[in-house]
């Protein structure tokens, strides 16, 4: 049986957990036992997120952060050693996109906006996050939430996938950093999941992305949360600095529908 029992009673920060893939982390991280400080720009979302977690008597509390702002995040921080001792580990996974823009026509705006959330962020949540981990002394983890898109380019998307390809180099050097105080660093870079951040994309759009991955369907959140989960338990103890994507096969290469001799071993 897999055992996630050492999760219980640890102190987690998820920032970006009021909707989608942070969401489903906050409720298994609950369920699991831990107590989940629901980091969120939205605060209807994020309150709404607690109120599911105690519901089913689990623990969790709620405060709004702006992820690019250090203000904030020292704040958020500061909020879950004050309501419950310690932190064992945080969850950098707020992120947003922007519509599809070539560089040559990209405002400026988008550049620190996108940036400010899906890397500046990432590395206040890493600063602040791992001085109040080292602080409760009994080592942890840390988790950011790249993407697929942060291994290669994609038009339209510059500065979300240059974001989220800092993310990944950030994330080693934060596990080189923090390795001999054991605290594992590492990344997760879902493929396209079904979330909110599509916001009002059509649907051909979004289904558009499944012809690029070899299992042939999108992922779904909680698949995203499963992954965050082992990286936070003691069921990966020895892993730091690593990266995995949980993308249906997308970033492994290129489809091409091979033809088989024998087709037949499938019916
Ligand atoms: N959905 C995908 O296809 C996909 C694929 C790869 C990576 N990702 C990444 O996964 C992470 C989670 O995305 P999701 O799909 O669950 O998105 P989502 O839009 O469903 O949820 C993101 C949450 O982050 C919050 N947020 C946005 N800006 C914030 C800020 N400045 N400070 C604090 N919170 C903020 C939003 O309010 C929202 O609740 C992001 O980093 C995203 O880039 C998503």
Redesign the pocket.
Known sequence: MTDFSSCIGKVVVI?????????AMAKTFADNGMKVVV????PE??MKVVEDIKAVGNEASFIQ????KEE?VKKMVDFAVETYGKLDGIVN?????YPETPIHETPMEYYDRVS???QR?VFLGIKYGAEAILKSKNGGFIIN?????GFQGTEGMAI?TMS?AAVINLTKTAALEYAKHNIRVNAI???????????MAPQEYIDS?CRNVPMGR??E?QE?ANTALFLASDLAPYLTGTTITVDGGTNSGHIRNVTWKNPEIDK
Request: charged fraction near 15%; hydrophobic fraction near 30%; charge should be negative.
């Open positions: 920032t970006g957990s009021g909707s989608g893939m942070g969401k980091a969120d720009f939205n979302a994020g952060v702006d992820v690019s904030d996974n707020a992120g947003i996109g400010g959330v899906d962020g939430t790249s993407s697929n898109g979300y989220k870079c879902p493929g396209t999941t079904k979330t909110e951040i599509w916001g992305f999108l992922a959140p995203i």
